[in-house]
């Protein structure tokens, strides 16, 4: 029983993570691409006129407006395929996630409970399994929809998908051969230990063009500039998706970002440590856990009553600029982090967490190890965003050029080498 | 272990639950007024013409078939590497021959499909009149990169 | 509780099949086979046969149905392009039918012996490879020579359709 609430509460998490960081993602996507190209960006959507957020309100205010639109179905189209396109691709994008370890486990007592959804023993070919169904959503709608840029667009995104999953497992193969597992847990704890002495045992540093091919071949597959053909919007508009409206094009939209931030959650497991902190294993973050707790309280302290002074100084020096209720947001602001500065120094004095406790280190490690793993996955799904507005789009041909003619030869050659390093250093 | 696919099959349940609910509510709260217009597809405002489900190339075609070899090659791969490190005790340097003459065959087949001009998208057709010809030309002076070698034409190629 | 998913996913994956084999527009047809194929996939995991399942979905839901598609849609608009059910349906049925009707009698009068337990770790990648590369290498290796066959077969198949339905036609 207390099993099944485990694995209950493990999804949750993962479901709640997962659209955390899709709002955070599709703000980023905004202000960062104005900021790439020197322009404001989402200012204007407000809870009560007070609070904006820099546009991270934005997202909220899209899904309220997508709930209320009416739903377009054009004549002619396939009803029940159509229909079915959306749920497919979400619920692929969300069903990856099983196998993604995103911390270390949780220890009460001797119960120890591992924080990824399914122990799969297959493990990482369950990915490879599930990236090779997410081409049937993006073909039921480009073929359901009954219009010429839908279909152009799936049918360009399935052979472009198909041929860069090829890639995507070469570069797998490789991996697997280094860990000589197929469990992604297993792989994440091999790259706790150290390279040489001083560099983190990274996927990356072990292979370092496998993890340009995945990476190339993780871009591909989720129809991601350069790589977005599918959708090329001076060719075919918005591709699949045209004719959808409403919540349906919402879960399309979710489902974009939510297959981004899977495989940058998968992009930093294989290759970058996953929850692992680097130089930091689990029994030294254990043994020195009351110093950092102490510290970080303290640094949080600090900064959060920097904040809340900047925000202050702010409100006074732009009081009566705009002349409604937006100027009020600083003051809120810097309210709420005086607030967290409070409860840090709080905590600091009353709970005193120099002294943790077994039980106390062992959580605070796994919080530490969780927030890690949030942090690299925040950062490769930065880097998508920063590649979309960096790159111009591919052409097709180069697009299967690439796949066909420099991966795919660049990938075996890769597998040949791992083979051959294991084989000699055995 | 069938408990741990149990969890991915609650998984599944819950995030189509999720979807569900997201339409309901949206279906709940939308309005509903069709029409004609609404109703006819998209075509950038202009009037739909013929059939949506065109005929499209055939190349598409072979990239699924060459899809579905090399796919097969790769699951074929997958065991070996999976135990690579424990054959090694068992069947020392075997262990590795044997793989080397896997991808070897494979090898021969990638070899023989890029010789014969399949893998390059843009591949060279004979030109057919004048205006083939110039597109050819064209084509070839830009950077555009082409499978040169099937292109049977006399157009000069100018740069790279 | 594992007996009402073993139904689930039996029923699902019959009448997914027969979903299938009634549909008479081809694309329709093919969708319908995948759902099939992943509830198959489903009760392979359930018996425990990880590895396996895992390859129906990557290889039958997931290759060969995207080649399937291509090839069905490659034939055109969905209102003209019709499965021809032929006159050989109803000898084909008929047959099937017969052959259904034995093996139910035959599991019905069979004793149940009971299936021997397996452990957990019996259909796990590790124990399937094992068998492939000490006990079948030879075989793995002609399959890479069957593979190679289908490569060039693949090419020499492609050629054909090229001067009938006409290169011009090709929309990228």
């Given at each position: 029983?207390?099993?099944?609430?485990?694995?209950?509460?493990?999804?949750?998490?993962?479901?709640?993570?997962?659209?955390?960081?899709?709002?955070?993602?599709?703000?980023?996507?905004?202000?960062?691409?104005?900021?790439?190209?020197?322009?404001?960006?989402?200012?204007?959507?407000?809870?009560?006129?007070?609070?904006?957020?820099?546009?991270?309100?934005?997202?909220?205010?899209?899904?309220?407006?997508?709930?209320?639109?009416?739903?377009?179905?054009?004549?002619?189209?396939?009803?029940?395929?159509?229909?079915?396109?959306?749920?497919?691709?979400?619920?692929?994008?969300?069903?990856?996630?099983?196998?993604?370890?995103?911390?270390?486990?949780?220890?009460?007592?001797?119960?120890?409970?591992?924080?990824?959804?399914?122990?799969?023993?297959v493990g990482i070919l369950y990915l490879l399994a599930i990236t090779s169904l997410?081409v049937?959503?993006?073909?039921?709608?480009?073929?359901?929809?009954?219009?010429?840029?839908?279909?152009?667009?799936?049918?360009?995104?399935?052979?472009?998908m198909i041929s860069y999953e090829i890639n995507m497992g070469l570069a797998v193969l490789a991996l697997l051969l280094?860990?000589?597992?197929t469990?992604?847990?297993?792989?994440?704890?091999?790259?706790?230990?150290?390279?040489?002495?001083?560099?983190?045992?990274?996927?990356?540093?072990?292979q370092?063009?496998g993890?340009?091919l995945f990476?190339t071949s993780v871009?591909a597959e989720?129809?991601?500039?350069?790589?977005?053909?599918?959708?090329?919007?001076?060719?075919?508009?918005?591709?699949?998706?045209?004719?959808?409206?409403?919540?349906?094009?919402?879960?399309?939209?979710?489902?974009?970002?939510?297959?981004?931030?899977?495989?940058?959650?998968?992009?930093?497991?294989?290759?970058?440590?996953?929850?692992?902190?680097?130089?930091?294993?689990?029994?030294?973050?254990?043994?020195?856990?009351?110093?950092?707790?102490?510290?970080?309280?303290?640094?949080?302290?600090?900064?959060?009553?920097?904040?809340?002074?900047?925000?202050?100084?702010?409100?006074?020096?732009?009081?009566?600029?705009?002349?409604?209720?937006?100027?009020?947001?600083?003051?809120?602001?810097?309210?709420?982090?005086?607030?967290?500065?409070?409860?840090?120094?709080?905590?600091?004095?009353?709970?005193?967490?120099?002294?943790?406790?077994?039980?106390?280190?062992?959580?605070?490690?796994?919080?530490?190890?969780?927030?890690?793993?949030?942090?690299?996955?925040?950062?490769?799904?930065?880097?998508?965003?920063?590649?979309?507005?960096?790159?111009?789009?591919?052409?097709?041909?180069?697009?299967?050029?690439?796949g066909w003619?420099?991966m795919l030869p660049l990938g075996l050659l890769n597998f040949f080498?791992t083979a051959?390093?294991?084989?000699?250093?055995? | 272990?069938?408990?741990?696919?149990?969890?991915?099959?609650?998984?599944?349940?819950?995030?189509?639950?999720?979807?569900?609910?997201?339409?309901?509510?949206?279906?709940?709260?939308?309005?509903?007024?069709?029409?004609?217009?609404?109703?006819?597809?998209?075509?950038?405002?202009?009037?739909?013409?013929?059939?949506?489900?065109?005929?499209?190339?055939?190349?598409?075609?072979?990239i699924a078939l060459f899809f579905i070899v090399f796919d097969v090659e790769v699951v074929f791969l997958l065991p070996w590497a999976v135990v690579f490190?424990?054959?090694?005790?068992?069947?020392?340097?075997?262990?590795?021959?044997e793989m080397v003459?896997f991808i070897a065959i494979l090898l021969?087949g990638l070899?023989?499909v890029?010789?014969?001009?399949?893998?390059?998208?843009?591949?060279?057709?004979?030109?057919?009149?004048?205006?083939?010809?110039?597109?050819?030309?064209?084509?070839?002076?830009?950077?555009?990169?082409?499978?040169?070698?099937?292109?049977?034409?006399?157009?000069?190629?100018?740069?790279? | 509780?594992?007996?009402?998913?073993?139904?689930?996913?039996?029923?699902?994956?019959?009448?997914?099949?027969?979903?299938?084999?009634?549909?008479?527009?081809?694309?329709?047809?093919?969708?319908?086979?995948?759902?099939?194929?992943?509830?198959?996939?489903?009760?392979?995991?359930?018996?425990?046969?990880?590895f396996?399942?895992v390859m129906q979905i990557l290889i039958y839901a997931g290759a060969i149905?995207v080649f399937?598609?291509?090839?069905?849609?490659?034939?055109?608009?969905?209102?003209?392009?019709?499965?021809?059910?032929?006159?050989?349906?109803?000898?084909?049925?008929?047959?099937?039918?017969?052959?259904?009707?034995?093996?139910?009698?035959?599991?019905?009068?069979?004793?149940?012996?009971?299936?021997?337990?397996?452990?957990?770790?019996?259909?796990?990648v590790?124990?399937v490879s094992?068998?492939l590369l000490?006990?079948?290498?030879?075989?793995f290796e002609?399959t890479g020579?069957l593979l190679l066959?289908a490569v060039?077969?693949a090419?020499?198949?492609?050629?054909?359709?090229?001067?009938?339905?006409?290169?011009?036609?090709?929309?990228?």
């Open positions: 029983m207390a099993e099944i609430a485990w694995a209950l509460g493990k999804i949750l998490f993962m479901l709640v993570f997962v659209f955390t960081v899709l709002v955070v993602m599709i703000w980023g996507e905004r202000k960062g691409s104005a900021f790439i190209q020197d322009r404001i960006g989402p200012n204007r959507a407000s809870i009560g006129g007070v609070i904006r957020l820099g546009g991270l309100v934005h997202p909220v205010a899209d899904v309220l407006k997508l709930l209320f639109k009416e739903d377009l179905v054009p004549g002619a189209v396939n009803r029940f395929f159509y229909t079915m396109a959306p749920f497919v691709v979400m619920v692929i994008a969300l069903v990856t996630f099983a196998v993604l370890p995103f911390g270390d486990a949780i220890y009460l007592g001797d119960k120890v409970i591992p924080l990824r959804i399914a122990d799969l023993d997410s049937y959503g993006i073909v039921l709608a480009g073929w359901a929809s009954n219009n010429k840029y839908t279909f152009l667009g799936g049918i360009r995104s399935t052979a472009q280094v860990y000589g597992s469990r992604v847990d297993a792989m994440v704890v091999e790259q706790g230990q150290l390279l040489f002495g001083f560099l983190p045992r990274w996927g990356v540093f072990l370092p063009l993890f340009v990476l871009f989720t129809n991601r500039t350069p790589f977005d053909l599918a959708e090329g919007e001076s060719e075919l508009v918005s591709g699949y998706n045209i004719e959808y409206s409403s919540m349906k094009f919402a879960l399309f939209f979710m489902a974009e970002y939510a297959s981004m931030i899977v495989a940058a959650g998968f992009i930093s497991s294989l290759y970058f440590g996953g929850w692992q902190v680097p130089w930091l294993d689990t029994i030294t973050l254990r043994e020195h856990a009351g110093t950092f707790l102490g510290v970080s309280l303290w640094v949080g302290a600090v900064f959060n009553l920097l904040f809340a002074a900047l925000l202050w100084k702010r409100y006074r020096r732009e009081r009566g600029l705009l002349g409604d209720r937006r100027e009020l947001e600083p003051l809120v602001l810097g309210i709420v982090f005086f607030i967290l500065a409070l409860v840090c120094l709080g905590a600091v004095v009353i709970a005193s967490p120099w002294n943790l406790g077994e039980q106390g280190a062992a959580h605070f490690a796994t919080v530490v190890q969780v927030l890690s793993f949030i942090l690299k996955t925040l950062f490769f799904s930065w880097l998508f965003i920063w590649v979309r507005w960096t790159l111009p789009r591919f052409r097709y041909d180069q697009l299967m050029k690439l003619q420099l080498v051959a390093v294991v084989l000699l250093a055995r | 272990m069938q408990l741990h696919f149990a969890t991915v099959f609650v998984f599944l349940a819950l995030a189509v639950g999720f979807a569900v609910i997201a339409m309901v509510i949206s279906w709940a709260l939308r309005p509903k007024k069709p029409g004609t217009v609404k109703e006819s597809p998209y075509e950038c405002g202009e009037q739909p013409e013929g059939s949506p489900w065109i005929r499209f190339n055939v190349r598409f075609y072979l490190k424990e054959m090694l005790a068992v069947l020392g340097s075997f262990a590795f021959w003459i021969v070899a023989y890029w010789g014969k001009g399949d893998l390059a998208w843009v591949k060279g057709l004979p030109p057919r009149d004048e205006e083939d010809l110039e597109a050819l030309s064209w084509y070839e002076s830009g950077r555009f990169s082409t499978d040169r070698r099937s292109v049977h034409t006399s157009a000069k190629p100018e740069g790279v | 509780m594992e007996a009402l998913f073993f139904y689930l996913f039996g029923g699902l994956a019959v009448i997914t099949a027969l979903v299938t084999i009634t549909r008479r527009d081809a694309v329709t047809s093919a969708f319908w086979l995948i759902a099939c194929f992943l509830n198959v996939a489903a009760l392979f995991a359930m018996l425990s046969a990880q396996i399942a149905m399937f598609l291509f090839v069905t849609m490659f034939l055109g608009e969905p209102r003209r392009v019709r499965l021809n059910r032929g006159r050989a349906i109803p000898l084909i049925s008929t047959v099937t039918v017969l052959l259904l009707a034995y093996l139910l009698m035959r599991i019905t009068n069979t004793q149940h012996r009971g299936f021997p337990s397996i452990s957990d770790s019996y259909g796990s590790a124990m094992r068998k000490v006990d079948y290498v030879f075989l002609v020579l066959v060039i077969g090419v020499y198949v492609a050629r054909k359709p090229r001067t009938g339905v006409g290169e011009g036609e090709g929309h990228v």
